[in-house]
């Protein structure tokens, strides 16, 4: 199995191969600098791995919620690497690929995007038994203080939601929060390793198919 995957919804930029059961990755925090990043990252991995587009048997993107024009840039560059050979395309959420970073470590992570204009995009999401992060409610964006509060067992928070805004995000948790990372991005080597058990399940799109979440309309970026 060889799958593609790019990540440009925050201020990181990333872009990952996973082969089978092993993963090239590469990644930058560099805000504004995506479009400028992610064709020479792509291709570094490919030929790294002696590998060509054709030869890829899906391409995943990170779908957002994040940064308008981050978003767009990932949209854009798989329709461009898939199109021409009817690639099938992955979409993944960016919430669920952050969460994904934790899996080692909890079971249940609530994750919080800063989405600026006082808001964040928030998700909550728990672990099955494959050790892969599933969302267990509507992702959204909102004020930190009109979050959906769980209630069951233990919590970690992630994100730089949780930064910005961890007065507003902790009084909101009683004693179920068990600490939270902010400085902390989603990254397409995540995005790799939910892709697969989508691709497994032939859970894939058309390219033309592929479209950014956003949740809201008002553009913002970071």
Known sequence: MKIL???????ACSAALGIDD?????FEIAPRRHTELILPMVDDLLNQAGLK???LDAIAFGQGPGAFTGVRVAVGVIQGLAFAYDTPVIPVSTLNALAQQFADDYSQVATAIDA???EIYWGLFRKNESGLMQQISAEVVCAPADISVPTDGKWFGAG????TYS?????QFTDNLSGFQGAVFPSAKEVVALAKVAYEAGETI????AVPVYLRN???DV
Request: net charge negative; glycine share 2%.
């Open 5 to 11: 995957a790019i990540e440009t919804s925050t201020e």
């Open 22 to 26: 092993s993963c090239l990755h590469r």
């Open 53 to 55: 587009v054709s030869e």
């Open 116 to 118: 600026r204009m006082q």
């Open 160 to 163: 730089t939601g949780w930064e």
């Open 167 to 171: 007065q507003e995000l902790e009084t």
């Open 206 to 209: 058309s390219v033309e198919a």
């Open 218 to 220: 008002k553009v913002v």
